[in-house]
């Protein structure tokens, strides 16, 4: 035996043993808001058998999805997390990646949070329809925020771009420019919204599920079709290992929490960040794909915002979740 491995070593052939031995490594682009079990994969990576055995994970912080497309086309990510809209728009353009799981949904409920929309608690906006020549502030252009603003705008009868202006700025910003009138009305997400609301001076005006009618897909997790076909169990173990932290972090949210807050995947204040209301999550990640067509269908009828229709129950592939 002594002598095999020698033989090996010599031809320099334990390397590519051992290198082939590994499991494949994914790439995994994450953002930095709702994405909670995802995150404890990595902060908790005892809850997930799989990693180390099936898979390798290396998550990479970006701060907005064209970064993290951007990052995909260039061959530095395999999959990561993204608003299905965002999906769309990609499918639209040709990118070859799929949705395979869910996150989290904009839904309604006091039992969730929905994105918000807020203006000056004492200010003269009391509906949508008095955002007619004002300004709302959302995190970028083409976004999610930016639709449920137009659909905010467009059930006022308020015309977008027209009527109304839709600013993009960063969340942190959001409620000083709301104040101070730079915007009239802003977007809020946790721990953002659980903030202001402590400042007070801000109230609701309408939610992300109010502005367009209906429970919806808000993040999703999406991975290159080459890497899917290469490594189909790789991505089933990934898949396998996420559900079953998505439920350990369904029924023991405090603690995720704390040992999210403690990994630095979160800094707000801990006392705050146990207090947040939290955005509905399926325990077994299945993903909502009658409500992605309908906001297909709302992206390229009500908003021109793709050329033509996407079909979208092909651009999902819940193949690879635990059956």
Known sequence: MKLVLALLAVFGLLDSIAHAA??????????????????LMSARPDLTPGQGRKYQLKQILFQANPERFQAYLAGELDGGTAPGLAVIFARAQGV??????????????????????????????????DLRGGTIGVVGIKTATDLWARAGLLNAGIVPDRDAKIFPMGFPGM?????????QAGTFVEPFYSAEIARGGLRKIFTAVEAVGYDHELLDIWFGDRFLRANPDAVRAFLADYVAVTKYYLANTAQAKRDLHKSGFVRTPLDIYLKNADWKRDPDA????????????????????????????????????PR
Not at 109 to 128: H, I, L, N, Q
Not at 175 to 183: F, L, Q, Y
Not at 315 to 320: A, F, H, L, P, V
């Open 96 to 129: 070859d990646m799929k949705i395979v799981a869910s996150i989290c949904l904009e839904a309604a409920g006091k039992e969730w949070f929905s994105t918000t929309y807020m203006v000056k608690d004492d200010g003269p906006v009391r509906t949508a329809a």
């Open 175 to 183: 409620g000083d420019a709301v104040r101070t009138g730079k915007i």
């Open 286 to 321: 299945r993903v909502d794909v009658a409500s992605l067509e309908k906001l297909s269908r709302f992206m390229l009828e009500k908003l021109q915002w793709l050329e033509k229709p996407v079909n979208v129950p092909e651009m999902i592939d819940q193949s690879y979740l």
């Open 22 to 39: 590994e499991p494949p490594l994914i790439r995994f682009g994450r953002g930095f808001a709702a994405e909670e079990q995802v995150w």
